[in-house]
Every structure is written in structure tokens, then in C-alpha cells.
């Protein structure tokens, strides 16, 4: 450690530094890559909670069925997106490929086509929402179409950020094996 008190190099003019080693750029974003995928694998947790709350309240009838509406059809396989969350999170450790890249495919399976799906199953109640003015489902007293559009969209933000950041990250290990098969 150095001490701000005492003898001090007089000789010095910053350009001491050149010598030292430098960590190389793939292992910087490394590591930048994997905090933002860790941010995101907090945010769909957060996410699939809420879905499973819901699911969770309405089959146990919890509370009744005008406070919490069922769910919809698309919220039962997003609960397997759990699988692509516990794989992406187990790959970053040890920058595990294979589990980011199971990870990378079944959150297209799991998140991405059970979001695409639900857009298009309640499309023709947000129609109606908004043309006529009538809900019959509803979530603590708001329309369970316009909560559960919500969600998606911030699911599907989530999502992509999580698949752009990981295909980043992929890129950045695979860079690091090259240079590994070089030497």
C-alpha cells in the first residue's frame, strides 16, 4: 500500500504505468456482461413472481375471483421460464457455455413464445377494452388486460436486454477460447 506520508520518488512524471500489466478487453466485458445479466435475471425474477403469485392465488382461491382474476392461457408455460433463469445463472460462475447457450435457447421457448402468444390471446379483449369500455376480468380493480400488457411489456424489454446481453457475453467467452488456442 502506499503511504501518503513519507518519502516519496521525486524522479517520477506519471509514465510508470507502461510496464504493468493490462486485463484484457474480453475479460472487462466479461465482467461488465455479467452484472447487467445478473440486474436482469433480478427483474424476471421480480417478473415471474408476480405471474406466479397470481397463478398461485387464483387456483387456490386465496382470495376471490373478483379481486384476482385466473390467469390467462400464456402465463402456464411462462412459468417454465424459470428453467432459462437457474441456467443463466448457473453459467456465469464459471463461464459456462453450454448452460448459457440452453439457457439462451429455452428463454425463446419459455419467455419470448409464451409472450408472443399472450399478446395475441388477450388482443381481442383489449379491443373490446377499449372500444367499448367493458372489462370482466380484473386484478385488484383494474382491467387484467391492461396489468397483465403491462407486464409484458416490460417482460418483453427484460428479455430482449437479457438475450442481447448474453449473445454478448457468448461472444466474449468464445473470443477468450480462441486466444487460449492460440497460445
Given at each position: 500500500?502506499?503511504?501518503?506520508?513519507?518519502?516519496?520518488?521525486?524522479?517520477?512524471?506519471?509514465?510508470?504505468?507502461?510496464?504493468?500489466?493490462?486485463v484484457t478487453l474480453h475479460y472487462q466485458m466479461?465482467?461488465?456482461?455479467?452484472?447487467?445479466?445478473?440486474?436482469?435475471?433480478?427483474?424476471?425474477?421480480?417478473?415471474?413472481?408476480?405471474?406466479?403469485?397470481?397463478?398461485?392465488?387464483?387456483?387456490?382461491?386465496?382470495?376471490?375471483?373478483?379481486?384476482?382474476?385466473?390467469?390467462?392461457?400464456?402465463?402456464?408455460?411462462?412459468?417454465?421460464?424459470?428453467?432459462?433463469?437457474?441456467?443463466?445463472?448457473?453459467?456465469?460462475?464459471?463461464?459456462?457455455?453450454?448452460?448459457?447457450?440452453?439457457?439462451?435457447?429455452?428463454?425463446?421457448?419459455?419467455t419470448v413464445a409464451p409472450l408472443i402468444y399472450?399478446?395475441m390471446e388477450m388482443f381481442p379483449v383489449a379491443?373490446?377494452?377499449?372500444?367499448?369500455?367493458?372489462?370482466?376480468?380484473?386484478?385488484?380493480?383494474?382491467?387484467?388486460?391492461?396489468?397483465?400488457?403491462?407486464?409484458?411489456?416490460?417482460?418483453?424489454?427484460?428479455?430482449?436486454?437479457?438475450?442481447?446481453?448474453?449473445?454478448?457475453?457468448?461472444?466474449?467467452?468464445?473470443?477468450?477460447?480462441?486466444?487460449?488456442?492460440?497460445?
Amino acid at each position: 500500500m502506499t503511504s501518503r506520508v513519507g518519502p516519496r520518488i521525486e524522479s517520477t512524471n506519471g509514465s510508470g504505468f507502461k510496464h504493468r500489466e493490462k486485463v484484457t478487453l474480453h475479460y472487462q466485458m466479461s465482467a461488465a456482461l455479467k452484472s447487467e445479466v445478473r440486474k436482469l435475471n433480478l427483474v424476471h425474477l421480480l417478473i415471474w413472481l408476480l405471474v406466479a403469485a397470481q397463478v398461485t392465488v387464483s387456483h387456490f382461491d386465496l382470495v376471490s375471483h373478483d379481486t384476482v382474476c385466473m390467469p390467462y392461457q400464456w402465463e402456464y408455460p411462462y412459468l417454465l421460464s424459470l428453467l432459462p433463469l437457474l441456467c443463466s445463472s448457473l453459467s456465469l460462475p464459471k463461464n459456462n457455455i453450454s448452460y448459457l447457450v440452453i439457457s439462451m435457447i429455452s428463454a425463446g421457448l419459455f419467455t419470448v413464445a409464451p409472450l408472443i402468444y399472450g399478446g395475441m390471446e388477450m388482443f381481442p379483449v383489449a379491443q373490446q377494452l377499449y372500444r367499448h369500455g367493458k372489462a370482466y376480468r380484473f386484478i385488484f380493480g383494474f382491467s387484467a388486460v391492461t396489468v397483465m400488457y403491462l407486464v409484458m411489456v416490460v417482460a418483453v424489454q427484460v428479455h430482449a436486454w437479457q438475450l442481447y446481453y448474453m449473445k454478448k457475453l457468448l461472444d466474449s467467452w468464445f473470443s477468450a477460447v480462441e486466444e487460449k488456442k492460440k497460445k
